[in-house]
Each structure stands twice: as C-alpha cells, then as structure tokens.
C-alpha cells in the first residue's frame, strides 16, 4: 500500500510536468472523480469479467497496454485532438502492471480523468485556434488533400503537425458545406457554430460518462459485445429498453461526433416512410415547424434524442447524410411525424410473387419477411402475445390456402432475438431435432432441439441472407442448411455474431452495494457461444450460403471480423440429426443457371457496375481540398447517378407481379414521393434496395425466385425432415440479440 501511494504521488508530479512542457493546462473548474461506488462497481467488474466471461483466459495483464490508446480512441475517435506524444507519455505514465494493480485490486481508474481532462484542454486550444482561424479568408484553391477518415491513422507528431492536419480539415468542412449551396461565409459560420457548441458540449460530460467509456474499453479487451452500463445508461436499458426509439423509431448512436442511426425499427415512422436507413448520419434536427435547426454534430445523444422525442403526431425534420453516399457533403432532408412505435407493426409479413417460367407461364412463390425473431419475455401477462413462430406459421397457411409452390424465408434485415422463438421457427421446417449447440466456459454443451413433430411446410424452400443476418438469424439459416432443408442465398456471408450476452446488475454482486442507496450500473458480458447442428461455430464466418450473389454489404466493414477483439471460429462435435446438407447434385444445376443469368441479365449488370463504382469510392482514402475539382468530381457523381436512377426506374418495371400479406392491420399505402423537375441525384441512393419493401428492385430477391423456379423446373425434392429429440429452453432476449 505504501509504494502503491508513493508511486501515485510520484505520478501525479510526473503529470504536472508533462502539462507545463507541452503547454496545456488541466480545468480546475470541476472535479472529476470517481464515487465510492464507482470504485467499488470497477473491481466487482474487474472480477466478473476474470471469473464470468467466456474469455476469461484470453485476456492476461499485458493485455491491459491496449487500454490508454484504446480509451484515448474512444474519446478521439479521428484522432484530431490528441498528440502521438500524448500516447507515449500516458504510456510511462501509467505503465501496465501498474495500471492492471490499481484498476483490479483498489478499483481506481485515475487515469481516465487526468486522460480526459488533457483532452478536454486541448478541445479547448483547438475551438480556441479554429474561430480565430475562420476569422481569415481559407484558400479552398490548392491541391492538397484530406485523409476522410483518420481513425486507423496515427495522431499528429507534435503541434504543428496538428495545426497542419486542422487548416486541411477546416477546408474540408468549409468545401463540404459550399456543395450544399452555402456561400463562403456562410459555410465559414456554420462551421464555427458547430465548434462552439462542440465546446459547450465537453460540460455536459459528466463523471458518469468517464466512468462508462473507461470501463467499456477494458470490457471489450474480452469481446467487441461486453459493455458497462453507468447508473443512467442502465435505468434506460432496464425501463424503457430503448428509449432512442420514442419519436420516429430509430435506434441511434454516436460514432467520431455523428450521430448514426444504428437500426430501424419495423413499423415505426421512420421504417414506414422509407426515407431513413441504418448508418445514416444525422446532421441536424428540427424539433418543431418554424424552429431553427439544430445541428447535432458532437452533441451528446441524450440531448439529440431530446430533440427528436416530442408529443405524438407532431412533426419533426432531420438533416442526414446518407450511409451510401460516397460524397461527404450530400445531404437529405426528411420530415417524420412523431408517433409510438407499434410493435403488432414490426411482425412478419409476405406476398405472393408470379415468377415466369420457361414455359412462359407464372409460378407462385411464397415470401415471409421477418425482421426478428420476437416473441413474449417471462414477465409478459398479455393474453395476445406476439410471436414470429406463431405468426410465420399463421403466414405459411395463407399462402398455401393460394396455392404456393416454393417459398422465400428473407432473414436479410434480422438481427436477432430470443432464441426461443428461432429454434421453434427451424422446427416449422423439419420435425424434431437439434437446431443450435450452446457451450459454456467450462465446455459443457447444451443441445437445443425442436420436439415437435408437425411440420408447416415442406416444400422447396430458400432462405435469403445478408452480411446483416445476425445471431439467431444465423442458427436458423445454419440449421435448415445442416439439414439440406433450404437452399441458402445471399451475400459471401452472414454476420458472424455467434456469442451469448448476459446483463447482471453491479448490485445483485456484491452486498455491499445491494445495501447503497446510490444507483448502481450493470454489465453486459459475453457467457457462450453457439454452434449448428454440425458443430460448427457461427462466430466470425457466419454461414456462407449454397449461392452467393454480388453485394455492396460485402464491402462494407459491418461483419463480426471488422470488429476488434472478436473471438474466433471454432467447433465442436456435432449432434446427432437425422440430415444432411444439400449435395452438389442438387445444388450444382441451381449455381450454374443463378451464374449464368448473373453474366446475361441486365439487372447484374446494374448491380456491378454500382459495386464497381462503390469501390472506386471506397478505395478513394482521400478527398480533394480545391472547390473547384470537387465541385467537378460532384458533377461526375451526380451524373453518374442519374444513369444508374434512369437504368434503375427502366428495370423496376420488369419487376414480377405480387400480391402482400400482412398480419393485424393493413399496411397504409403511401403515395411515392415525386422528384422536383431540377432535383440532382445527390440524395439519391445506391443500393440494390435490398431493404425497402417488395415494391422496389430487388435484385437479390428476383434471383431467389428464379432459383426456386429452377428447383421445381428440375423437380428437386426436398431432404425429408429430421426426427430427433432434445430439451428446449426458453431464453433471454439477449441471448441472441442483434450485433
């Protein structure tokens, strides 16, 4: 204890002698510290992750060096703000085993103030150096450039490297704001109202904050997916379970300073009108008609989501930047009306397609779109209870009842959910078996099974998966895989979330603070992993489909393998079950005619030539900073754009008759918006519109139909189900919950 104290105090003289050699000065205005029970919850974490994770061996002390950079990242997402010699003094400063000592075994996390409040000084300096800047005319002629995202880049070397990086930043800001018609000044103004509120917003950081960001990192040592949640945070998650999603039911987050829709919620204002999608980032927000709009870059989430919350049936307008623009400064206005999210909304729906077939008549096949495997928790007492089994189930009848002749299961857009509910959807295709394997820490494994032996359907079968296919999605394609049940098609993979969340309070660990009156966090800690039948993991490589279709997804870093610190593949023994997966005699006859249309229709031609373009701009790391060249690189794209709208609108009229279904009350039918005579392709979106309903081009959908027309031309019959027991238990919906 004594030389834990001694080396504390020699510490802190340390830290005050780094402040004066590189000029900062630390805020003395407020104290940042840590509670008693803050210190006390960072050691009972501290031991539930070494004794409680499923990782628990794959972290060791040395490991704790990645935790100051990794902090500092959290903070300095773009790493603008922090020095490269800012790392290495943090680093001698709060040397591993020391750091590991203090944080394990006295609970203090000292570090995470001092770090911040250097980080916050320098915020300071730099709002302190740009409004000074932008007082000055900004040369926008010259021929350097921006790097657009620093996040993988070192911070700068010293200080002037810093002002450096920053006059090309600001330019890069000014020039993004001229592209949406702003004149010089007033990009200039724009830009200094964004950086003062962004030195405004540095006060509403609290302790709290600190205390949560600082212990995330050192949770996600273990895996990308555990997570302390402060006192408020876990009020939010245990109360209101999401409360983002009050207002226009979108589930946001803040990634460098943006606000980004990180999920739309199925039958809330925003999923109904189409017009925001994941990954969007919102720019500003108008919370009222009439008001000014608010720009929310940097601000903290509670109070975005403020703005955006509001009575229902009034109406609010967001500024986005669209998640597909490849140019920074395209912008999309759109106005939702405030609503409750209705949950009977976010179920399962389908329609009936008439495919073509070679005989130049049409097929009727079968589609349920399920967004997620939902269903009643323990604490549920309603007498109508929401369940996607019951409800697919109740689908399957009425398109059978209209004569079907194959069936799409699109799991594209599902994230997740109780796992439940998806071993009991496996168990509509086949008659009993093991669908998922669960091992714990220990090794012990746990089968799954369906029991029960009637079957909804049995006919030719596709399931339909994307890089988004997450978690329970993944058991339940992997499982109809296993048993040759259903032809798999999609994207090179799904997600590759094959891991077990659990949430234990900070109080339910430890008597002492079960008896404090203060309010205590909770942990989110990953506990298993799952495995198919086969026993192969779905962690990392997802499930690779029988066919796999171009994608955009798949050059977008949104799989587990993106994430740091993922656990890897593995397997283990497989169950016993009564299949097997689809042999190439089946399945070769079906990839030859999806590759041979994928070289011959015009819609893949599409497709490619948008993927190829996506590239392009993908691998483009850096963005000119002379207006006049990227107003000419703009004008490219936006031609670019509207030949692909023009060639897009041509090919949905090829699209194949259907007629929907729904479940609780008929969907409305909006009318589509009409494009104003001078609008530019700017906003316009390059997807395959993978997720906007059946009533757009859906290339991947098309192909899938085509497949199941090819299957039943060549009368493929499908493996007979399975017919093996097991126990099933029911579980949490963090148990397979979205990635």
Same mark, same amino acid.
């Given at each position: !204890?004594?030389?834990?104290?001694?080396?504390?105090?020699?510490?802190?003289?340390?830290?005050?002698?780094?402040?004066?050699?590189?000029?900062?000065?630390?805020?003395?205005?407020?104290?940042?510290?840590?509670?008693?029970?803050?210190?006390?919850? /960072?050691?009972?974490?501290?031991?539930?992750?070494?004794?409680?994770?499923?990782?628990?061996?794959?972290?060791?002390?040395?490991?704790?060096?990645?935790?100051?950079?990794?902090? !500092?990242?959290?903070?300095?997402?773009?790493?603008?703000?922090?020095?490269?010699?800012?790392?290495?003094?943090?680093?001698?400063?709060?040397?591993?085993?020391?750091?590991?000592?203090?944080?394990?075994?006295?609970?203090?996390?000292?570090?995470?103030?001092?770090?911040?409040?250097?980080?916050?000084?320098?915020?300071?300096?730099?709002? /302190?150096?740009?409004?000074?800047?932008?007082?000055?005319?900004?040369?926008?002629?010259?021929?350097?450039?921006?790097?657009?995202?620093?996040?993988?880049?070192?911070?700068?070397?010293?200080?002037?490297?810093?002002?450096?990086?920053?006059?090309?930043?600001?330019?890069?800001?000014?020039?993004?704001?001229?592209?949406?018609?702003? /004149?010089?000044?007033?990009?200039?103004?724009?830009?200094?109202?964004?950086?003062?509120?962004?030195?405004?917003? !540095?006060?509403?950081?609290?302790?709290?904050?600190?205390?949560?960001?600082?212990?995330?990192?050192?949770?996600?040592?273990?895996? +990308?997916?555990s997570t302390y949640f402060s006192a408020d945070t876990f009020e939010d998650f245990s109360i209101q379970m999401r409360l983002q999603l009050v207002g226009i039911g979108a589930l946001l987050g803040l990634e460098d300073d943006y606000c980004v829709v990180k999920e739309i919620i199925t039958g809330g204002p925003a999923d109904l009108s189409k017009q925001l999608h994941p990954n969007d980032k919102?720019?500003?927000?108008?919370?009222?008609?009439?008001?000014? +709009?608010?720009?929310?870059?940097?601000?903290?989430?509670?109070?975005?989501?403020?703005?955006?919350?509001?009575?229902?049936?009034?109406?609010?307008?967001?500024?986005?930047?669209?998640?597909?623009?490849?140019?920074?400064?395209?912008?999309?206005?759109?106005?939702?009306?405030?609503?409750?999210?209705?949950?009977?909304?976010?179920?399962?729906?389908?329609?009936?397609?008439?495919?073509?077939?070679?005989?130049?008549?049409?097929?009727?096949?079968?589609?349920?779109?399920?967004?997620?495997?939902?269903? +009643?928790?323990?604490?549920?007492?309603?007498?109508?209870?929401?369940?996607?089994?019951?409800?697919?189930?109740?689908?399957?009848?009425?398109?059978?009842?209209?004569?079907?002749?194959?069936?799409?299961?699109?799991?594209?857009?599902?994230?997740?959910?109780?796992?439940?509910?998806?071993?009991?959807?496996?168990?509509?295709?086949?008659?009993?078996?093991?669908?998922?394997?669960?091992?714990?820490?220990?090794?012990?494994?746990?089968?799954?099974?369906?029991?029960?032996?009637?079957?909804?359907?049995?006919?030719?079968?596709?399931?339909?998966?994307?890089?988004?296919?997450?978690?329970?999605?993944?058991?339940?394609?992997?499982?109809?895989?296993?048993?040759?049940?259903?032809?798999?098609?999609?994207?090179?993979?799904?997600?590759?979330?094959?891991?077990?969340?659990?949430?234990?309070? !900070?109080?339910?660990?430890?008597?002492?603070?079960a008896r404090s009156p203060a309010k205590t966090g909770a942990a989110k800690i990953t506990v298993q992993k799952f495995y198919l039948p086969n026993g192969h993991s779905t962690q990392l490589k997802g499930v690779v489909p029988d066919i796999v279709l171009p994608s955009i997804d798949d050059y977008l870093p949104v799989g587990e393998k993106d994430l740091p610190h993922a656990l890897g593949w593995d397997e283990i023994p497989t169950s016993f079950f009564d299949g097997k997966p689809l042999d190439a005699k089946t399945l070769s006859p079906l990839r030859s005619a999806s590759t041979q249309r994928q070289g011959s229709l015009e819609e893949f031609t599409y497709l490619k030539k948008t993927i190829d373009w996506f590239?392009?701009?993908?691998?483009?790391?850096?963005?000119?900073?002379?207006?006049?060249?990227?107003?000419?690189?703009?004008?490219?794209?936006?031609?670019?754009?509207?030949?692909?709208?023009?060639?897009?609108?041509?090919?949905?009229?090829?699209?194949?008759?259907?007629?929907?279904?729904?479940?609780?009350?008929?969907?409305?039918?909006?009318?589509?918006?009409?494009?104003?005579?001078?609008?530019?392709?700017?906003?316009?979106?390059?997807? /395959?519109?993978?997720?906007?309903?059946?009533?757009?081009?859906?290339?991947?959908?098309?192909?899938?139909?085509?497949?199941?027309?090819?299957?039943?031309?060549?009368?493929?019959? +499908?493996?007979?189900?399975?017919?093996?027991?097991?126990?099933?238990?029911?579980?949490?919906?963090?148990?397979?919950?979205?990635?």
């Open positions: !204890m004594k030389f834990t104290a001694l080396l504390s105090s020699n510490l802190r003289w340390i830290m005050l002698v780094a402040l004066l050699a590189t000029g900062l000065q630390a805020r003395t205005d407020r104290v940042l510290r840590t509670t008693p029970t803050q210190t006390l919850e /960072t050691s009972v974490l501290i031991r539930l992750l070494e004794e409680e994770h499923y990782n628990r061996e794959g972290v060791k002390i040395k490991d704790y060096d990645e935790v100051i950079p990794d902090y !500092m990242t959290e903070l300095d997402g773009q790493h603008l703000f922090f020095l490269e010699s800012d790392k290495n003094d943090f680093a001698k400063l709060y040397p591993t085993q020391w750091l590991y000592n203090n944080i394990a075994s006295l609970g203090k996390i000292d570090p995470a103030f001092a770090i911040f409040q250097i980080y916050e000084t320098r915020v300071e300096n730099r709002v /302190t150096w740009i409004l000074d800047h932008l007082k000055t005319d900004v040369d926008l002629t010259t021929k350097d450039t921006y790097t657009i995202d620093r996040s993988k880049l070192p911070w700068p070397t010293d200080a002037a490297a810093a002002d450096d990086l920053w006059s090309k930043r600001l330019k890069f800001e000014i020039i993004q704001e001229v592209l949406n018609k702003k /004149t010089p000044q007033d990009a200039r103004e724009s830009v200094r109202k964004r950086y003062e509120r962004l030195l405004k917003n !540095m006060d509403d950081i609290d302790t709290s904050d600190i205390v949560e960001m600082f212990l995330s990192t050192i949770a996600r040592l273990y895996d +990308p997916h919102i720019i500003s927000v108008v919370s009222n008609p009439g008001n000014e +709009p608010v720009e929310v870059i940097g601000m903290k989430l509670r109070k975005i989501v403020d703005l955006i919350r509001g009575q229902k049936g009034t109406l609010v307008k967001l500024i986005v930047q669209p998640a597909d623009a490849t140019d920074p400064s395209a912008r999309r206005e759109i106005t939702l009306t405030r609503d409750v999210v209705n949950l009977n909304s976010a179920r399962a729906h389908a329609a009936i397609f008439e495919v073509p077939d070679k005989s130049g008549t049409t097929i009727p096949i079968g589609v349920i779109d399920l967004p997620a495997f939902y269903g +009643p928790d323990s604490s549920s007492d309603s007498d109508e209870k929401n369940s996607a089994t019951k409800d697919v189930a109740d689908l399957i009848k009425q398109l059978q009842a209209q004569g079907i002749k194959a069936l799409v299961l699109d799991l594209r857009h599902n994230g997740g959910g109780y796992l439940n509910e998806a071993i009991d959807l496996a168990g509509l295709f086949i008659k009993t078996g093991p669908v998922v394997q669960v091992k714990n820490y220990y090794g012990e494994v746990k089968v799954d099974s369906d029991e029960d032996p009637s079957v909804a359907y049995s006919g030719p079968l596709a399931v339909l998966v994307s890089r988004f296919s997450a978690s329970a999605s993944e058991i339940v394609a992997g499982a109809l895989q296993n048993y040759g049940r259903a032809v798999l098609v999609g994207d090179s993979s799904t997600h590759g979330k094959g891991t077990v969340q659990s949430v234990v309070e !900070m109080k339910s660990l430890n008597a002492t603070l590239k392009a701009k993908q691998e483009q790391k850096a963005v000119s900073l002379n207006l006049v060249d990227r107003q000419k690189e703009k004008d490219i794209d936006a031609a670019f754009r509207k030949e692909m709208d023009a060639e897009k609108d041509r090919l949905q009229k090829g699209n194949f008759a259907f007629r929907e279904f729904t479940l609780g009350p008929p969907k409305e039918i909006k009318p589509k918006p009409t494009k104003k005579p001078d609008a530019t392709s700017d906003d316009a979106d390059l997807s /395959t519109d993978e997720d906007e309903g059946f009533a757009k081009l859906d290339i991947h959908l098309r192909e899938t139909l085509r497949i199941l027309d090819d299957e039943l031309d060549v009368n493929v019959k +499908p493996t007979p189900p399975a017919g093996l027991t097991a126990s099933v238990e029911n579980r949490k919906p963090a148990a397979a919950g979205a990635p």
